[in-house]
């Protein structure tokens, strides 16, 4: 596969001089990885039409060759960083005004732009590349769906294993272990096992309460493979059903297929909420689906596009974004479901292929 990284560069590139910057400085690590390919937790990058400096320390010195290759001009710094900067940067003659990430930069390091910095000038700047972000290319977009399979594939070993009395944190610890056979590389966030009443937090942390005869349990969790992301929720009973679980869970089900086949690239981000969350509403649940429908994944787990009430902007072709319609009813539970979904060209695909009709286990 062709190597993306200079064209990603420079369409960076484009932005800065539509923005009347000489060059940026880089600070969030996930945009760095998305534009040299450096994994390491340490690097600071500059971007100008003529030069890609990447600053990191003696714990990458090797790595960052790998990683990197001849992309950019690599600066092990056995100090600081910032130090490295400033002499990367002296050696820049035309390069005079700057822009930095306000979204990736700490007070204390802004500090150091305005004093040590002082010789040149910072620009905020925002989303410059979360912007070219959005929009996946094919390996990116295969690489996430590697990470859909691992994350699927762990749920079916994980079902099986499942029994009244066991912790939601023995439960997550036995997908977690899964996720880690399939070949996950991490965990992109902390796996959200919750059961009963707990069903109804959306973003409830795993607990020690144990599983009871009659339970929703919500699994909400994700796998990392070559650093993208996959996001998928899915919902059971543990024993037989209630006529009132079946209602909800049947609503939110319809909701998710209805979003994930009808949400296209060119549409608003508000529009694809509507999709799903006028459903609810119509079935008489809309008060008790409080959060957007979905948002963009990638190299990180929450990324733009966002798929909300209060999101305008189109949604690009090319982007992967989650579709997470939920109902949560407090003190009785709550169900989600949740896909990945690549927007393409002739529509969208669903990445998670998994079962979506309601699961009694035991």
Partial sequence: MSDLRPIRIAALVDGLTAAHLDGLLLTGLSNIRYLTGFSGSSALLVVTPRDVVLITDFRYQTQVVTEVGNLARVSIEGASLWTGLWQQLAAMPTVKVLGFETAHVQHRDF??????????????????????????????????????????????RTLPQLRVGMTELAVAGVLEKALRDEGSEGFPFPSIVASGPRAALPHARSSTRALEQGDFLLMDF????????????????????????????????????????????????????????????????????????????????????????????????????????????????????????????????????????LMELG
């Fill in 111 to 156: 500090q150091r732009l305005v004093e040590a910095g002082g010789r040149w000038q910072w620009r905020p700047t925002v989303d410059l590349v979360e912007t070219l972000r959005e929009r996946k290319d094919g390996s990116e977009i295969a690489r996430i769906q590697e990470a859909a399979g691992v994350a699927t594939r762990a749920l079916e």
């Fill in 222 to 357: 994700g796998a990392e493979v070559g650093g993208y992301c996959s996001d998928v929720t899915r919902t059971v009973v543990m024993g037989k059903a209630s006529g009132d679980q079946r209602e909800v869970y049947e609503t939110v089900r319809s909701a998710n297929e209805r979003a994930a086949q009808g949400v296209r690239a060119g549409m608003t981000g508000r529009d694809a909420d509507a999709i799903a969350r006028h459903y609810i509403e119509r079935a008489g649940f809309g008060d008790l689906f409080g959060h957007s429908l979905g948002h963009g994944i990638g190299l990180e787990v929450h990324e733009a596009p966002r798929l909300a009430r209060t999101a305008d902007g189109a949604l690009p072709e090319g982007a992967v974004v989650t579709i997470e319609p939920g109902i949560y009813r407090p003190g009785w539970g709550g169900v989600r479901i949740e896909d990945d979904v690549v927007l393409g060209a002739d529509g969208p695909h669903i990445l998670t292929e998994f079962p979506r009709e």
